[in-house]
């Protein structure tokens, strides 16, 4: 099985499965990482484990629909079988969905349906919640939307900061998602 990893910033989510394809936690071979943003650290991460890193936004191609065309294309010409968003800050558009449907998962930082979208923990911290959590669904055509795989609660802490909420549900993104992306990738 040929996995391609989408993200868009910083990759600790990235980093954190290749070390499990590396170690052979995760069925399959990480073969590509594909990134929006040029300049983001996800790329820097990607050299380290020597994984092809192909980078590119929508202005570049023009548009959204010539982007999902590109992509597309790169996922056919690497024989990509599978997707996993790791931070990927952008909507999958009809011509991924259709060739990859039931192939592609996202971990959210969140406990949905609560908090779809951006900015899920900062919004659960102001709203006083108790607690918040981390989602891994496979995505559908929606926001944060699709089938649910697996979710664990984050509690919210009466003195949590954004910045220590966030490292919280960032720990436990990264205990689960090779943990389930391992599970999902030993059925196919």
Do not use: W
């Not at 052979?24 to 040029?38: Q, Y």
């Not at 992509?71 to 011509?95: H, K």
């Not at 900015?119 to 607690?131: F, P, T, V, Y």
Request: proline share 4%; aromatic share 8%.
């Amino acid at each position: 099985m040929r996995v391609a990893i989408f993200a868009s910033g910083n990759g600790s989510n990235f980093e954190v499965l290749a070390q499990a394809f590396q170690a052979k936690k995760i069925a399959g071979n990480l073969v590509l990482l594909f990134c929006d943003h040029p300049d983001a650290y996800v790329i820097e991460r990607a050299k380290k484990y020597k994984i092809k890193t192909v980078s590119f936004t929508v202005k570049e191609c023009g548009g959204k629909g010539l982007y999902e065309k590109k992509i597309a294309q790169l996922l056919e010409q690497e024989n990509i079988d599978f997707i996993a968003l790791a931070g990927y800050m952008r909507v999958i558009g009809p011509l991924i969905l259709s060739k990859y449907e039931g192939k592609i998962v996202n971990i959210h930082p969140a406990y949905l349906p609560e908090y779809p979208g951006l900015h899920s923990i900062e919004r659960a911290l102001a709203d006083g919640k108790q607690k918040t959590g981390v989602t891994i669904h496979y995505i559908d055509s929606g926001v944060d939307s699709g089938p649910i795989i697996a979710q664990e609660h984050v509690a919210i802490l009466a003195d949590d900061t954004l910045e220590t909420l966030e490292q919280r549900v960032h720990a436990c993104e990264h205990r689960m998602y090779p943990r389930v992306l391992a599970q999902i990738l030993e059925k196919r």
